[in-house]
Each structure stands twice: as structure tokens, then as C-alpha cells.
């Protein structure tokens, strides 16, 4: 059974700084016109910072959308024709004030593919050296040192409710010993 929808007509409701809205008209697999309103995302990463084998860098902001301070893994959007190392080095300095030496690709994901493009790469990184902590603007960021069991907890107890920081935690947890 042929499951893929095709383009017939793009209407881009917005243009934002971050994230594009459109509106499509697609052509169904039984030939009938259907609608999809989905976001325009430039991608973006997420870093677990190992401070030593049994801890990691988490930080704290305010999220707007959902009204409540999170905890989080480092992380961001990615810039134009930035690779996602660099955008993880980047965005590890800015928000923790620490330098990676050495990061490593673990995987990426699809955070909600129902009504966005935006992918997530995730990286560990390791051998951290500090830096100049520098968020942007427009970033309240406060970072802290978490062990590794307890952000594991946080999670089981809804502490942590971020999609990446849960998925990037729990993957670790399951290929790695600690």
C-alpha cells in the first residue's frame, strides 16, 4: 500500500526568526486533497555534559509555553550551515561555561514528526575544561552539577518532563554502565 502524501500547494502562513508555519495542500495516497499545518524547524542539539563518569551538567530555565522552570540537557538550534558538533560546543559554552574537548554523536530523533521537520541530535561530551559562561540576550540560564542517578529520579518522578533531556537520559542509561 503506497502510504506517501505529495506537495500540490505550499501557503507559508509565517516567517519567525527560529521557525517557519505553513499550511499545505497534499495529494492523498486515494488521490483525495488533504491539509497539513506543520512547523519549519533549522534543526537543533542536546549535550550530555560529563563532568566525571557519574555526573552531568543540567541546567534550569523558564519555559514560557508551559509556565514552570525546567530542568534541562544544554542545548539549541542550530545555525546556518553550523554542523551539529560545533552547535554542541557552542551551545555547551555558552550555557555552562564549559568547553568540550571531546563530543560524540549518539544518535538524533524526531521530536514530534506529526506537525514539525525539527530534528534533535544528541551528543555526549567529555573531557570539559572551563570557559566563558555566555548564554545569549535573551537566555536566564542557571547550570548545575547533577549525578547521574539522581537526574534518573528525577525523571521517574516527573521532575524532568523535557523530551530530549528524558530520551538522551534514558538511552545513556541503557548503553552505558555508570
Given at each position: 500500500m503506497n502510504l506517501k502524501e505529495k506537495l500540490f500547494k505550499r501557503r507559508r502562513i509565517y516567517n519567525g526568526k527560529v521557525i517557519n508555519f505553513s499550511a499545505d495542500m497534499?495529494?492523498?495516497p486515494n488521490?483525495?486533497?488533504?491539509f497539513r499545518e506543520y512547523t519549519e524547524h533549522p534543526g537543533a542539539v542536546a549535550v550530555l555534559p560529563f563532568v566525571d563518569k557519574k555526573h552531568i551538567i543540567l541546567v534550569q530555565q523558564y519555559r514560557y509555553?508551559?509556565?514552570?522552570?525546567t530542568y534541562e540537557l544544554p542545548a539549541g538550534k542550530l545555525d546556518k550551515k553550523e554542523s551539529p558538533a560545533a552547535c554542541v560546543r557552542r551551545e555547551l559554552a555558552e550555557e555552562t561555561g564549559y568547553y568540550a574537548k571531546t563530543v560524540k554523536r549518539l544518535f538524533s530523533f524526531w521530536p514530534t514528526p506529526a506537525f514539525s521537520d525539527e530534528v534533535i541530535h544528541i551528543y555526549s561530551a567529555k573531557n570539559?575544561?572551563?570557559t566563558k559562561?555566555?548564554?545569549d540576550e535573551d537566555e536566564f540560564i542557571k547550570s548545575?552539577?547533577?549525578?547521574l542517578t539522581s537526574v534518573k529520579k528525577f525523571i521517574e518522578?516527573?521532575?524532568i518532563r523535557d523530551a530530549k533531556t528524558v530520551i538522551a537520559v534514558l538511552f545513556w542509561l541503557k548503553n552505558n554502565k555508570i
Open positions: 497534499v495529494l492523498l488521490g483525495k486533497k488533504g509555553p508551559v509556565g514552570k522552570i570539559l575544561v572551563e559562561h555566555s548564554p548545575e552539577v547533577i549525578p518522578k516527573g521532575r
